[in-house]
């Protein structure tokens, strides 16, 4: 929730607390707090030579104050960097059972994983993100279709980019822009 002044903020954390313990809820005291957040935080911060403002995650986003390039403020979205790590992490792991899979069905399940990461994730402000998730894909697949033989151990990134030429890996986009598209 967004407000104007910290009474308000105040007032309404004071009765949602509240009217949580009337249906024996409560708020989880790590995952609640006020924080200074938007435009005037950041530019009293700015001109006290202050850091930027604090962030917040949410819905596998990390949301913080930044400026557009011609000066205007800004609510900008990365991905969750604890997120994308357990991703990775579970991806590696499935890549390993799929390792002796014929080439177009492994083609096949990482180009509608990241089709999936995009549609979910491809937010303007993230496209570090995304091509960052992209290249370590690349990398998970790279590294599981050396571990197949000894033969391939001595396949290097040429040899890799000759498979990805036939059997293109989709692109980072960003899927979700912030004009609305037309009917």
Same mark, same amino acid.
């Given at each position: 929730?967004?407000?104007?002044?910290?009474?308000?903020?105040?007032?309404?954390?004071?009765?949602?607390? /509240? +009217?949580?313990?009337?249906?024996?809820?409560?708020?989880h005291?790590?995952?609640?707090?006020?924080?200074?957040?938007?435009?005037?935080?950041?530019?009293?911060?700015?001109q006290? !030579?202050?850091?930027?403002?604090e962030?917040?995650?949410?819905?596998?986003?990390?949301?913080?104050c930044g400026?557009?390039?011609?000066?205007?403020?800004? /609510?900008?979205?990365?991905?969750?960097?604890?997120r994308l790590?357990?991703?990775?992490?579970?991806?590696?792991?499935?890549?390993? !059972?799929r390792?002796?899979?014929?080439?177009?069905?492994?083609?096949?399940w990482?180009?509608s994983?990241l089709r999936g990461?995009?549609?979910?994730?491809g937010?303007?402000?993230?496209?570090?993100?995304?091509?960052?998730f992209?290249?370590? /894909? +690349?990398?998970i697949?790279?590294?599981?279709?050396?571990r197949?033989?000894?033969?391939?151990? +001595?396949?290097?990134?040429?040899?890799?980019?000759? /498979?990805?030429?036939c059997?293109?890996?989709?692109k980072?986009r960003?899927?979700?822009?912030?004009t609305?598209?037309a009917?």
């Amino acid at each position: 929730m967004g407000f104007e002044r910290e009474a308000d903020a105040q007032q309404m954390l004071a009765d949602l607390k /509240v +009217r949580l313990t009337k249906f024996g809820l409560s708020l989880h005291e790590d995952k609640t707090r006020l924080i200074a957040f938007g435009r005037l935080p950041a530019m009293a911060r700015q001109q006290r !030579g202050e850091r930027r403002p604090e962030t917040f995650a949410f819905l596998g986003f990390t949301h913080y104050c930044g400026w557009t390039r011609d000066g205007r403020f800004i /609510v900008k979205h990365k991905t969750q960097s604890k997120r994308l790590s357990g991703k990775l992490t579970a991806l590696r792991q499935e890549a390993k !059972g799929r390792m002796h899979t014929p080439l177009t069905e492994q083609h096949r399940w990482y180009s509608s994983l990241l089709r999936g990461h995009y549609g979910y994730f491809g937010l303007p402000h993230n496209w570090r993100s995304l091509n960052g998730f992209l290249q370590d /894909v +690349r990398r998970i697949w790279f590294n599981c279709l050396r571990r197949r033989s000894q033969k391939n151990r +001595r396949m290097g990134w040429d040899w890799f980019e000759t /498979v990805t030429a036939c059997l293109p890996l989709p692109k980072p986009r960003i899927t979700h822009p912030w004009t609305p598209r037309a009917a």
